[in-house]
């Protein structure tokens, strides 16, 4: 055959063919190398140095596991220790919980054999790692009902757990059970099904019934809608939402119910569900939120259930019998402008929100309403359609907003198994107004061991002049928490907090402009949750029950003081030492869409609370102004410049990024460093930063990779695990990751700084130093808007206060071992719907009060525990704040969120005193990111993909006429090697530190493809040769 | 194998891969000059590439009989390659349009989700082309 030339030439197209093949997929694989090291759980680049003389000195950062079996264990009993303290107990008649240690109780409803342990995209639960909740229940001594065990098991038995759209490894969820418009909940017709005896052994494992309802939640997806549109065909619930319980779910409860004395219900949702026909049903004895556990948290539910721990967890968000009906509900989703088509695709122009809720999101809503009520300023009338019947299902007709129909749970809720007294010590308010110290004392009166949380609230005046500038204030409002130790039955616990009183402040953007206290009466007040503070300060003010308060309340627990004038001076100035002034009010960065269209948006003030309620901001089409912003081409790049003093390139200069390990961003010798980098090394760096720190050679910045997400290592493993440098010896026999831990939303619910403290140390930090990922992309510190986001789970709570506070101590937990975190996502990331482009609106004082007050927490270094600033061992803690942050997808205004210099330079770099890395989301350096505005605006990276094609000013002669721009550039230089030189990434490097390429298995393959079929194809044409040789001759 | 030449003394397969190339070609052009990346810079390598295969595939296809054997080879192994190169950097300049797409879950603009699908037609004419075209080298002449 092969003496025929056709052969040869068919061989040879081939086996060209195939070349060229192998070729590209080795070009793919290279360019999407960490995107493909993420994938296969493989490390394509690694790290090597060679000791030196003084080499412990150069390990600035020390992991505390110097084993992988020491990681596995250390990341496990830290998981299953932060669990316990992060479910909140919500219900419990009669003393129903806790149950015996070894009870026999009947698990029922599809969650409570396949809860949800975690997120499902972002920070996913390993499941490798996941001790499932039978196992982690029979563990712990319950004994568990064999029989609708086994219809549950039989259910599942061809069904497995699923795979991460992004990221390695497995998540603990199933396919067939997980959306965000049904519950899946099995019927009994379909458990009978599945085992006819199901029910045969109610009477043997009768010491409780344990129903287990739960929703997914995570990246991915668009999330909850409410209403009939949040609803798969046939799925009807109890107050028309999603959040509330399915019929099928209903049947479950109506089981446990019928057949048992105690019924116990798991609420296992990082969303709040809307749970009022539980929470008044006497049948029902006990409610538990519990939130996503993580991998081993079944293990602390368990404890929680059996007393083993005591629950000390308290809501982080409001829990409303119908929360489609908070006001900020009114303008969420798809919103799209009627002129979205008119704009090229790659500006990403979709949709917006308005943002017409102002302040009043979450319990500022609910409780100032029943505040005004109360004080008879008005808020009974409600229009249809806006209020909840008794039943939490929507008024359709106008009438009266009642407290009871619309809050199950207030913010701050939780119980306990035993009882507290707190007393109101003292509270010294300091002269400059800038703090005051509150002294609270607790005491467990009860008859057990347990932790609390001081609660502390705080009211300032609504006045006349807030009613003419558009001013608004909650009722009520976090101020500061503290929990205690765990307190021994009679034992207590005196703690002094240094309450910052900025936090009080509220933001003018029409009159002065800035920061303001009005003159009037201010009340502190310690309470239970925000609606027993609230009610504490009612009844301060003279108000009781009679006056329509839901309770009398207690007017010890509160301070009132007074302030004379109004000030509009103390808090116009920002710690940093930069005036506050309007930065998103006007222009081209504002976000209030009043700004674009006059008159367009009437933002809900308490003034006129059925008035002013929210409408939806639908139809509107961007005009002129609005479209020369949402092309994201705002800033033409200019030639011309004069900057010949400007130096790129030095080649001088012997410095390196080493030399400035732990220097401060002000050391004169940055100057020196970053004059060594070229335009185009920055632009390299900037562009290539997807899970990836880029190497800049010319500084001796080496390669790095990086890592998502808030909550441990996305794709990598233990199986990768070092100590200072060398490979875990162990590391083979331990593939299991860090994402272990309960989720954001449970951290939150904690009320623990010292714990959230340690999270950052341990799942944060600890997979730095043990993966060798200096940047990790978390914490995720978006505010919940509302109940419906899906990804809320990544994030803490709807108060910028708990959020800001939890996140912080994360930071610094984090950064205390050298993780370069990125705090995410910078700003307003309320949605996932259309979040590639939205557009999102709302005046400056929401976008200051809540959103913004909540990072700058964080980025302030803020909320120092009072256990730390009483011990002189923690005095090095808090003292930087975050070091770096990922810009969100949405638009801040009209404008890509990097791009918005209002929030990015004005409020974060300047008041703020931000000198870190800022990354953009997985944008690229693509038009929707906006990247000659976001690098003026202080972007140091681009996470993406590359450079987009139709980006054609990405080096550095096309930047090299622009003056603002180099002087940028340099700038975001300096920002990006002062956050790398003071976190991991300078770990145990000395000079002969250097990066060295790994030979995977997929270079391997791809390598032997390309040879294999490049001698064939080589063969094949040589061959051709020999026949046609040989034809010739013949002939 | 049998002969391959239609009645008149020409290449079938030569005809189907011009035509698969052809439209394969096309797919490029669209997708490169409209849509999602309309604003990008078109890659010329395709183009120069594909325009060459094609003058090939009809110097084949209508010399017929009257080139060389040997003529006749290199023209067809020529036109082949030349689509595998055009194949190759199309699919390569839409990588990017896939990595958006499948791997991470971003709301991508519909566009971009278009111009892909597209793409990967376009990517599979060349492929049939090229594979056509392995086919009609594998053929014996007569």
Not at chain 1, 500 to 515: E, I, M, P, R, V
Not at chain 1, 646 to 667: E, H, I, M, Q
Request: hydrophobic letters at 40%; charged letters at 20%.
């Amino acid at each position: 055959m092969f003496k025929r030339s056709n052969v040869w030439r068919g061989m040879t197209l081939l086996f060209t063919l195939l070349f060229a093949i192998s070729l590209m997929t080795a070009s793919i694989f290279e360019l999407y190398r960490t995107s493909v090291d993420a994938f296969f759980g493989t490390r394509s680049q690694t790290t090597v140095t060679q000791p030196s003389e003084h080499e412990e000195d150069a390990w600035t950062y020390q992991s505390k596991f110097t084993t992988a079996k020491e990681a596995y264990e250390g990341f496990q009993e830290f998981a299953i220790r932060e669990s316990v303290e992060t479910f909140a107990l919500l219900k419990n008649e009669g003393g129903a919980l806790p149950i015996a240690s070894n009870a026999k109780v009947t698990l029922l409803g599809v969650r409570s054999y396949a809860p949800v342990y975690g997120s499902n995209g972002g920070s996913i639960t390993d499941g490798y790692s996941t001790v499932e909740i039978t196992d982690a229940f029979t563990e712990r001594g319950l004994q568990l009902n064999p029989s609708t065990l086994a219809a549950y098991s039989a259910f599942f038995a061809d069904k497995e757990w699923t795979t991460p759209q992004f990221g390695g490894g497995i998540i603990p969820e199933y396919a067939e059970i997980t959306a965000y418009n049904d519950p899946h909940e099995l019927t009994l017709d379909e458990l009978r099904g599945l085992n006819a005896n199901f029910d045969q052994d109610y009477a043997e494992y009768s010491d409780a019934a344990i129903v287990v309802v739960g929703r997914p939640g995570g990246e991915g997806g668009n999330g909850y809608y409410p209403g009939n549109e949040g609803l798969a065909d046939g799925v009807h619930t109890v107050t028309g939402n999603i959040l509330s319980l399915s019929d099928e779910e209903m049947a479950i409860v109506e089981e446990a119910k019928a057949n048992f004395d105690k019924v116990i219900v798991l609420v296992n949702s990082t969303n709040p569900m809307e749970l009022g026909n539980l929470a008044e049903d006497p049948e029902i004895d006990a409610i538990l939120w519990i939130g996503y556990p993580g991998a081993y948290g079944f293990y602390g539910v368990a404890d929680v259930l059996t007393g083993a721990a005591n629950p000390s967890a308290y809501l982080g968000d409001v829990f409303a019998k119908n929360s489609a009906l908070a006001p900020a509900m009114r303008n969420y989703g798809n919103i799209p402008w009627t002129n979205a088509d008119s704009f090229s695709a790659d500006a990403s122009v979709n949709s917006y929100l308005v943002q017409a809720e102002g302040i009043y999101s979450g319990y500022r809503y609910y409780e100032t309403r029943y505040a005004d009520i109360v004080l008879g300023n008005g808020g009974a009338q409600a229009s249809a359609g806006t209020y909840a019947n008794p039943d939490g299902t929507v008024a359709a007709a106008a009438g009266t907003w009642d407290y009871a129909n619309e809050v199950v749970y207030p913010f701050g809720y939780g119980l306990s198994y035993t009882a507290f007294s707190q007393t109101l010590d003292s509270v010294e308010v300091m002269g400059s107004k800038e703090y005051a110290n509150v002294t609270v004392t607790v005491t467990n009166t009860g008859s057990v061991a347990g932790k609390s949380v001081i609660q502390l609230y705080a009211q300032a005046p609504y006045t006349d002049y807030d009613k003419q500038y558009g001013v608004e204030k909650s009722a009520v409002q976090l101020m500061d928490f503290e929990k205690t130790d765990i307190l021994q039955p009679g034992a207590s616990q005196t703690i002094t907090m240094k309450v910052d009183l900025s936090n009080l402040a509220s933001y003018d953007y029409t009159g002065a402009k800035t920061f303001i206290l009005d003159a009037g009466d201010y009340y502190f007040a310690i309470g239970e949750n925000s609606h027993d503070a609230l009610n504490n300060i009612l009844a301060a003010q003279g108000r009781t029950t009679a006056d329509g308060m839901t309770a009398d309340g207690d007017r010890t627990k509160t301070y009132r003081w007074t302030w004379d004038e109004l000030d509009a001076d103390t808090f116009s100035v920002s710690k940093a030492g930069t005036a506050i002034t309007n930065a998103v009010s006007e222009g081209d960065y504002a976000m209030d869409l009043n700004a674009f269209l006059p008159g367009a948006v009437t933002y809900l003030s308490r003034s006129d609370w059925d008035g002013t309620f929210p409408q939806t901001y639908s139809g509107l089409a961007a005009n002129d102004a609005l479209s020369r912003l949402l092309n994201n081409d705002l800033i033409p790049l200019k030639t011309g410049d004069d900057v010949s003093d400007l130096v790129f390139g030095d080649t001088t200069s012997a410095l390196t990024l080493n030399d400035l390990k732990g220097a401060d961003f002000d050391d004169p010798r940055w100057e020196e460093l970053v004059n060594k980098v070229t335009v185009d090394e920055f632009l390299a760096f900037a562009s290539n930063a997807f899970h990836n720190i880029a190497n800049i050679d010319s500084v001796g910045l080496l390669q790095y990779a990086a890592d998502d997400g808030p909550g441990g290592s996305d794709s990598h493993y233990l199986t990768e695990g070092m100590y200072q440098g060398v490979p875990y010896a162990d590391a083979a026999d331990y593939e299991y990751a860090t994402r272990v831990a309960p989720s954001p939303v449970n951290l939150a619910y904690s009320w623990n700084k010292e714990l959230a403290y340690e999270n950052g140390e341990i799942i944060l930090g600890e997979s730095t130093l043990v993966l060798n990922l200096p940047i990790m992309i978390g914490p995720g510190m978006n505010l919940h808007r509302h109940a419906y986001n899906s990804r809320g789970v990544e994030y803490y709570s709807e108060d910028p206060i708990l959020s800001g506070y939890i996140g912080s101590a994360v930071v610094q937990g984090a950064q205390s071992k050298g993780c370069l975190v990125n705090i995410k996502h910078a700003a307003f990331n309320d949605q996932e719907i259309n979040r590639s482009g939205i557009a999102v609106f709302m005046n400056e004082q929401r976008a200051r009060e809540l959103e913004l007050r909540n990072l700058q927490q964080a980025f302030e270094a803020n909320g120092k525990p009072a256990s730390f600033e009483a011990d002189e061992s923690r005095a090095d803690t808090y003292t930087t704040g975050a070091l770096g942050v990922m810009t969100s997808y949405n638009r801040i205004g009209a404008v890509a969120s990097s791009a918005n210099r209002g929030v990015m330079v004005q409020i974060m770099r300047d008041e703020w005193g931000f000198h870190g890395y800022n990354v953009t989301d997985f944008t690229g350096v693509a038009l929707k990111a906006a990247p000659k505005e976001s690098i003026l605006a202080g972007t140091t990276a681009f996470c993406g993909f590359g450079v987009a094609e139709n980006i054609t000013y990405w080096d550095g002669a096309s930047l090299s006429g622009d003056r603002e721009m180099l002087e940028a550039v340099k700038e975001n230089i300096h920002y990006l090697l002062y956050a790398l030189a003071n976190s991991a990434a300078m770990n145990g490097v000395n000079a002969t530190t250097h990066t060295e390429n790994v030979m995977t298995w997929w270079r391997g393959m791809y390598i032997a493809l390309i040879a294999v079929t490049g001698v064939c194809t080589a063969v094949c044409v040589g061959g051709y040769a020999v026949t046609q040789i040989k034809k010739k001759r013949g002939h | 194998m049998a002969n391959n030449l239609d009645h008149a003394g020409r290449r079938p397969h030569i005809l189907a891969a011009a035509a698969a190339a052809l439209a394969g070609f096309v797919f490029y052009l669209v997708t490169s000059f409209t849509g999602y990346l309309a604003q990008s810079t078109v890659n010329p390598i395709p183009v120069i590439c594909s325009v060459a295969a094609l003058v090939l595939l009809c110097a084949c296809w209508f010399a017929g009989k009257s080139l060389s054997p040997l003529l006749r080879d290199l023209l067809t192994v020529a036109a082949g390659v030349l689509l595998i190169v055009s194949f190759a950097f199309f699919a390569l300049s839409r990588v990017s349009l896939a990595a958006d797409v499948y791997f991470i879950p971003v709301n991508y603009p519909k566009a971009e989700e278009t111009a892909l699908y597209l793409s990967l037609v376009g990517i599979a004419l060349y492929l049939v082309s090229i594979i056509t075209m392995i086919v009609e080298a594998l053929s014996a002449k007569e």
